[in-house]
């Protein structure tokens, strides 16, 4: 009788520790495929990783052009290194949903080339203020001599799947947290 017990106490604990590093296997597997999708240019595999309610929020062709004038641009040089995921929280099932906390961090280099712009010292003063404030003044430094900036990108995305294994994501972002009101549930938001 012990022994059985035994052994549904193990095939327990192993089907469950199975588990918890299948979805963060999993997690980190989608997520990196959207971060190498941006990487290689590939806005429509980067947008397939996005969670398909979020586009209530914003079209997917709206998506692909924010992408594409970000990373696609001739005028920014961006150039992602370094990737991490530092803490995966365990899936709460919500209305038939698994959604998770990803914290991840890259290093990037920025550079842009701020004359093809017009008003381009304007702009360049406003986007040096919003990556300041974005990233945090000790996480960005900013090349002079050969007018770059060097970030480190500490980040937080909701990962969101329907069965546990294929994830979807949204950036944490504060300016669109009022937003996903709309399309999150409020346990998540909360």
């Given at each position: 009788m012990i022994k059985k017990l035994l052994i549904i106490l193990s095939a327990s604990c192993f089907t469950f520790c199975m588990g918890q590093v299948n979805f963060k296997n999993n997690i980190k597997r989608d997520l990196e495929t959207m971060l190498t999708a941006i990487k290689s240019k590939n806005m429509d595999k980067a947008t397939a990783q996005i969670y398909p309610k979020y586009f209530k929020l914003i079209s997917k062709d709206q998506m692909k052009q924010i992408l594409n004038m970000?990373?696609?641009?001739?005028a920014i040089h961006t150039n992602i290194q370094d990737f991490k995921i530092l803490n995966i929280t365990k899936p709460?099932?919500?209305q038939n949903e698994f959604f998770?906390?990803?914290?991840?961090?890259f290093k990037m280099n920025l550079k842009i080339d701020f004359s093809s712009f017009p008003n381009g010292q304007k702009l360049k003063k406003q986007i040096s203020e919003g990556i300041y404030t974005k990233f945090g003044k000790d996480n960005v430094t900013y090349n002079a001599k050969s007018d770059y900036y060097n970030i480190n990108a500490k980040m937080k995305a909701y990962a969101i799947s329907a069965n546990g294994n294929d994830w979807k994501f949204i950036i944490v972002d504060k300016k669109n947290n009022p937003q996903l009101v709309n399309i999150l549930p409020k346990e998540i938001l909360d």
């Open positions: 970000t990373y696609n641009n001739p709460k099932n919500i998770s906390f990803v914290d991840y961090g």
